[in-house]
């Protein structure tokens, strides 16, 4: 089976810049997360879809960041204005997020990817 | 507001000794943990989870204890190896919170030879 795709793996961009993010989730997972981790820190959460809708977006920054997953599989992550402290790898997660299904289910991360903002 | 944190921010360990990584946790609603292990440049990797209604889960060389008096769960690790060594996360999470997770700071775990 394959995993949560991401990419770029790496991105290096200087302040004021614009920057975006892809993930492709497991298929079939209805649930998809976007986690932001500073270095030495636990992951955290930016944004949650259940399917092409939003269901948890309380700590994304609004001024700078979107998500968007209009189709319910695949999302995209963006900054504009990127900011120095923005510095941290964004994770993407997804999870089967069935109807009725556990309050929790286990949530598969991708590799990442990198931000370096100059 | 709710935590769920390490004890300690880093182990060492000698290869095949035991190694144990504690958490707590603040929300006693909390009915889902689950332990993830990140190693370096790579997103966290599901190592095992535990229900509230259970106190002990085993998987491969793992094992997760749950004590909900004390709101507190550890991570059993036997005969540890150097492919161990990485940052290991706990998170936890609660019926209606839309299946978000509560996450810890981490505890690095380095295997000396």
């Known amino acids: 089976e394959a995993g949560v795709a991401q990419s770029p793996r790496y991105k290096i961009i200087e302040k004021r810049q614009s920057v975006a993010f892809w993930c492709n989730p497991i298929s079939g997972h209805a649930t998809l997360y976007w986690y932001q981790q500073i270095l030495g820190q636990g992951p955290k959460l930016l944004i949650q879809?259940?399917?092409?809708?939003?269901?948890?977006d309380s700590q994304l920054p609004k001024d700078r960041f979107s998500a968007e997953r209009l189709k319910g599989v695949d999302s995209t992550l963006k900054i504009q204005p990127a900011k120095l402290e923005d510095s941290a790898v964004y994770l993407c997660?997804?999870?089967?997020?069935?109807?009725?299904?556990?309050?929790?289910?286990?949530?598969?991360f991708g590799p990442g990817t990198r931000l370096t903002v100059l | 507001g709710e935590s769920v944190g390490l004890h300690l921010p880093t182990l060492s360990v000698q290869e095949g000794d035991n190694s144990i990584i504690n958490c707590a946790y603040s929300n006693s609603a909390s009915d889902y943990f689950i332990w993830y292990k990140q190693e370096s440049g790579k997103g966290p990797q599901f190592i095992i989870d535990?229900?509230?209604n259970m106190d002990k889960r085993q998987g491969q060389r793992v094992t997760v204890l749950l004590n909900k008096t004390v709101k507190h769960l550890s991570l059993q690790i036997a005969a540890t190896q150097p492919g161990d060594s990485a940052v290991y996360f706990c998170?936890?999470?609660?019926?209606?919170?839309?299946?978000?997770?509560?996450w810890g700071l981490g505890t690095s775990l380095a295997v000396n030879p």
């Open positions: 879809f259940q399917n092409n809708g939003v269901v948890d």
């Open positions: 998170a936890g999470g609660y019926a209606g919170n839309n299946r978000k997770l509560i």
């Open positions: 535990i229900r509230s």
């Open positions: 997660a997804s999870s089967l997020g069935l109807a009725g299904g556990p309050s929790t289910d286990t949530q598969y």
